[in-house]
């Protein structure tokens, strides 16, 4: 059937007929909500580059989970501002570090809340890099024992999940293993696969304090030209024990995304990062796009291209427009 019998726009007529034959929905159950822990009391600080998202101190955390749960989001994800930072990231691991007080708190007023966290030396080592230096270059294998401690420090905090977002080879294993050895074979990997070396981190390293002191992360962070990698990086980590696939940063990658999705059978998340906020809120506040319109359409495209679950700066935002 063709034109003229044939007309598309009968099925868009009205809202009826549209909401009737969408094929993509956001639901807040799927986003999972960033937030930044730093020290002290009472204090919650505006990002700048970040409109709307806060750096807040562990006793500000329990409302923050309150009105997420009431709007539907379950889960966070957990980055920490450390009181010290040295050359080995100590404060990633140590027993009462920023994020294993942050754990405990959330688990003790807010136990339905999911608590996610992110695995990764950056915001602890004074070089600001995701592992440790051998010779002014991060050491792979001497990183992962760092990086299972820290994981394991989280699981015994009360954390729901661990994320690690270093890229170094191998770590998933080399956590999966830790974590079975010490009993905490029910708490998953969500990896960050597929993590890219993005220009849009650039808010995120200001609001963490985290930008390396010198040099980059393209010796362990993927090319942006690369996709065939992208499938090789993911298989690795199934094949490690991942229980969740991520792609970041989200937008610049859909069709990574959509490549992972094909592949393969495990859920996939897609990180919509901080540069990717601030664009949108940027140009909204200049009054060049309307804000709203813009983060729903985003939103929906990284549904779309196959995230299941999607972690964003606008979770909150996004539950409060689809409650209207
Ligand atoms: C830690 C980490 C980063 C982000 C998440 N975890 C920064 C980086 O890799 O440089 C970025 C998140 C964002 O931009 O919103 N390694």
Not at 85 to 91: C, I, R
Request: aromatic letters at 8%; glycine letters at 6%; one cysteine or more.
């Amino acid at each position: 059937m063709v034109f003229p019998e044939y007309r598309p726009r009968r099925m868009r007529q009205n809202s009826a007929f549209r909401s009737l034959i969408r094929e993509t929905h956001l639901s807040p159950a799927q986003f999972i909500y960033p937030i930044f822990v730093m020290p002290g009391k009472k204090v919650r600080e505006e990002i700048p580059s970040m409109p709307g998202v806060f750096r807040l101190s562990v006793d500000q955390l329990a409302a923050e989970a309150k009105e997420c749960l009431k709007l539907g989001i379950n889960g966070v994800i957990l980055f920490g501002l450390p009181e010290k930072k040295d050359a080995m990231g100590t404060g990633a691991h140590i027993k009462d570090g920023i994020i294993q007080r942050a754990i405990r708190e959330l688990k003790n007023k807010a136990p339905e809340l999911m608590v996610i966290t992110d695995v990764c030396l950056c915001e602890y080592t004074d070089h600001g890099h995701c592992g440790c230096l051998i010779n002014n270059s991060v050491d792979n294998d001497a990183t992962l024992e760092i990086l299972a401690k820290t994981a394991l420090s989280h699981a015994n905090a009360g954390a729901d999940m661990v994320a690690p977002s270093d890229m170094m080879d191998g770590r998933v294993a080399e956590i999966r293993a830790t974590l079975d050895e010490n009993n905490f074979d029910n708490i998953p990997i969500m990896s960050y696969a597929v993590k890219y070396a993005s220009a849009f981190y650039g808010p995120f390293r200001d609001a963490a304090d985290c930008a390396p002191t010198f040099g980059d992360r393209r010796s362990y962070q993927m090319d942006p030209a690369n996709s065939r990698e992208a499938l090789r990086e993911a298989t690795l980590d199934v094949d490690e024990g991942a229980d969740i696939l991520m792609v970041k940063p989200a937008v610049a990658y859909l069709d990574i995304i959509s490549k992972l999705r094909d592949e393969f059978d495990l859920p996939i998340a897609a990180y919509h990062v901080s540069g990717e906020y601030a664009m949108i809120k940027a140009a909204a506040e200049k009054g060049w796009i309307d804000g709203d319109k813009v983060m729903e359409e985003t939103l929906l495209s990284i549904k779309r291209a196959g995230a299941d679950i999607i972690i964003t700066y606008f979770a909150k935002d996004m539950a409060r427009l689809l409650q209207k």
